[in-house]
């Protein structure tokens, strides 16, 4: 087996740059080293190398066949040293980097308001959303790969690091000319007969509804399953019957009145969003001042609320 090569960046340093002015007077005066130590640098090169990198003939210094070799490898290395220090510094500024960020579908609602917001501030970052249901998501957050996530209930079967930022209020939604719509105080079994129109398997949204209805002891007769929050509001609007959905996806739905809400006892759900990531997950600056961001604008928006 051969001796692995050992030499330092600094011989490095100090080769490139005799070579390059092929003097090792002018190499020290660049390097602010007395010129024996120049030699040294390089006589130590040669000796891990093995070979002459450079030869004396009358007053002139060459390089020799190794030394052109080596010095195309030195400036690869030294190159790819600068570029290495450049993305490590890029990656401390705040102010720039990438930021993948994974939201469950109903956040995509306002995520994309979140995400303009930040991104006037800081322009340079890069920012990628990725929308997905709660189990996609999940699946993606136990393989660390978004910087952070948006989420409802966050699992208890996966280390995370997640804190609440803003409500989430689910609301039983109905078409305009639903025969309940003034009624006040609806008890949830009353319900009996209407069809449900139902999130697909997966979904956070399904998971609390679920959790609402058998803290009720309340079953359907009919549900329909469709994937996604849109499709579902269409279909509420066209009299399929009745969905639980998040307040964020039909806010815009409810003040131009062609959804309404159902004033069922024991809603709105309250649940809350969160923002996570794996514990132990070192936060980029620029993650990190995300959450603080995503922190501070929840805790902005439920001052509105209050007031
Ligand atoms: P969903 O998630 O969009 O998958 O329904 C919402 C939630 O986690 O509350």
């Not at 069809?195 to 329909?224: C, H, N, Q, W």
């Not at 009145?257 to 004033?263: A, G, V, W």
Request: hydrophobic fraction near 40%; glycine fraction near 6%.
């Amino acid at each position: 087996m051969r001796a692995p090569l050992h030499i330092t960046i600094r011989q490095l340093e100090v080769f490139e740059s005799v070579a390059r002015q092929l003097s090792y007077t002018r190499a020290a005066e660049t390097l602010h080293l007395t010129q024996p130590a120049v030699s040294m640098q390089v006589k130590q090169l040669e000796e891990s190398i093995g070979l002459p990198l450079f030869e004396q003939i009358g007053k002139k210094i060459f390089l020799t066949a190794a030394g052109e070799l080596m010095l195309g490898h030195a400036i690869t290395i030294q190159e790819h040293l600068k570029a290495a220090k450049e993305e490590m510094d890029e990656l401390k500024g705040v102010d720039s980097g990438r930021l993948l960020i994974g939201v469950v579908s109903t956040v995509n609602y306002f995520a994309a308001r979140l995400l303009a917001s930040f991104s006037r501030e800081y322009p340079k970052v890069e920012l990628k959303l990725d929308v997905t249901n709660r189990e996609t998501l999940l699946r993606k957050l136990e393989l660390n790969e978004p910087d952070l996530v948006l989420m409802g209930q966050p699992p208890n079967n996966l280390d995370v690091n997640a804190a609440d930022f803003m409500d989430n209020p689910l609301l039983v939604v109905a078409a305009p000319d639903h025969p309940l719509v003034k009624t006040e105080k609806i008890p949830l079994n009353s319900l009996i007969n209407e069809t449900f129109v139902i999130r697909e398997k997966g979904s956070g949204t399904r998971l609390a509804m679920e959790r609402f209805f058998a803290d009720y002891d309340f079953k359907p007769r009919s549900t329909v399953e469709m994937a996604g929050n849109e499709v579902i509001k269409q279909a509420i609007e066209v009299g399929l019957g009745l969905s639980v959905l998040s307040e964020h996806t039909v806010d815009l739905e409810l003040s131009a009145s062609r959804l309404i809400k159902l004033d069922v006892i024991g809603t709105p759900i309250i649940r809350r969003w969160y923002i996570a990531h794996r514990t132990g997950k070192r936060l980029t600056p620029t993650a990190a001042s995300f959450k603080q961001f995503v922190l501070d604008e929840g805790a902005r928006q439920s001052r509105k609320s209050r007031n």
